[in-house]
């Protein structure tokens, strides 16, 4: 079946970066692009950025130009979202969602908890 | 920036009621409109796409409707595992961008 699985909870202090993964399974991993949302505590959701899989061409929200890089390894299936200089209001939970046959995004990752801490 | 405007923000319903929650978008995004339904803790669930289409395994109770900037996601029968939060999404043009949720509580 399809699905995306992100790795664990990440604990950061301001200026880290985290970088977080999400490995597919269940279908052609090319041929299919991953977003990356994030969620801040008690917030609703806040599209980052895209990756196509088949090239690595990706797109960003403005917002985090200079900050966000996506990229993908198509040996393991595992599309990475990497955020750096972190700050206090990166604390989110950060979700893969993969655009699978309705150009929505069709399935999620369970989520990853990132903490911003000093 | 396509700002997406979800009313109400929240709302009290009975189990059995009809619920209906609209999604206006500040620009015209055709049909590229997605409904979903998250509950506490866990990621979203895609419930619509193309602003009517259903998603795979999603029951019927759910629909939606609209084009243009108005639409709507209307529950026929609210059940007891439908309390959550709803949201909408443009994907008509980057950055993807999202409604700020409607909470479906227990009257």
């Known amino acids: 079946q399809v699905q995306v699985v992100q790795s664990g909870a990440e604990v950061k202090k301001p200026g880290a970066s985290v970088k977080v993964s999400c490995k597919a399974s269940?279908?052609?991993?090319?041929?299919?692009?991953i977003h990356w949302v994030r969620q801040a505590p008690g917030q609703g959701l806040e599209w980052m950025g895209i990756i196509n899989p088949s090239d690595s061409r990706t797109r960003n929200a403005q917002k985090f130009q200079g900050r966000l890089t996506v990229t993908r390894d198509t040996s393991t299936k595992t599309v990475y979202m990497e955020l750096s200089s972190l700050r206090s209001e990166d604390t989110a939970v950060y979700y893969c969602?993969?655009?699978?046959?309705?150009?929505?995004?069709?399935?999620w990752g369970q989520g990853t908890l990132v903490t911003v801490s000093s | 920036d396509i700002q997406m405007t979800q009313s109400p923000s929240s709302l009290s319903a009975s189990v059995g009621d009809r619920v209906t929650i609209t999604c206006r978008a500040s620009q015209g995004i055709s049909n590229y409109l997605a409904w979903f339904q998250q509950k506490p803790g866990k990621a979203p669930k895609s419930l619509i796409y193309a602003a009517s289409s259903l998603q795979s395994g999603v029951p019927s109770k759910f629909s939606g409707s609209g084009s243009g900037t108005d639409f709507t996601l209307t529950i026929s029968s609210l059940q007891p595992e439908d309390f959550a939060t709803y949201y909408c999404q443009q994907y008509n043009d980057y950055p993807l961008t999202f409604g700020g949720g409607t909470k479906v509580e227990i009257k």
């Open positions: 969602a993969l655009e699978y046959n309705t150009s929505s995004f069709d399935f």
């Open positions: 269940g279908y052609t991993f090319n041929s299919y692009y």
